[in-house]
């Protein structure tokens, strides 16, 4: 995921205690198994071990529970049994050779409307954001709209990859 340097939080400590404060993570697995989507995504709670919670150098020990019904379990576990050369319903634990990525999300969210941008292109009101992005935008980047676009509200509740032409939103000037 690319996350640019001055929005980037470094101090494991910090990090650690936002999956203390924030324990709902969205584990995601791209696992190559016939019969599965390579790419499945889980939102499950999460509780985090560490031996030294003042610790720069430590990451910790996610420890979570998915149902083995949930067809990301039976990927893995077929996955898994691959691996370790024995059939895919085979009872026992495997380990898992793929990456994980787990993702924890803070409570901070905004929705940043495009009259925020007004004063970079204060003729037409429209923008797009460009360079270095305020501080509380450190969460997420704003979809580029203008004022020929769809409403807000429009953009929430009815998504389309064709919401407005192309060349009526400043990116494309």
């Given amino acids: 995921m690319y996350l640019r340097k001055d929005h980037a939080e470094l101090s494991l400590v910090a990090l650690r205690q936002l999956i203390r404060d924030n324990p709902l993570g969205q584990m ?3 696992v190559a198994v016939d019969g599965f989507p390579l790419l499945q ?8 071990e560490d031996d030294d919670e003042t610790s720069e150098t430590e990451l910790g020990r996610l420890i979570a529970h998915m149902a ?9 576990h077929a996955a898994g049994a691959a691996v370790a050369g024995v059939e895919p ?5 495997f380990a898992l050779e793929a990456e994980v990525l787990v993702t924890f999300t803070s409570d901070v ?14 003729a037409t009101a429209k923008s797009c954001p460009r360079g270095t992005t305020p501080p509380h935008m450190s969460v997420g980047v704003p979809h580029c ?3 020929a676009g769809p409403s807000a509200e429009h953009a ?5 990859m064709n919401s407005w032409p192309t060349n009526s939103t400043p990116c494309h000037e």
């Fill in 41 to 48: 995504s889980s939102h499950i709670p999460f509780l985090l």
């Fill in 89 to 93: 319903n085979s009872p026992g634990v």
């Fill in 109 to 122: 969210q905004h929705y940043v409307t495009p009259q925020f941008y007004s004063e970079t292109k204060p």
């Fill in 68 to 76: 083995t019904a949930n067809p990301q379990v039976k990927a893995m």
């Fill in 156 to 160: 929430r509740t009815k998504p389309s």
């Fill in 28 to 30: 995601t697995t791209a």
């Fill in 145 to 147: 709209m203008s004022a």
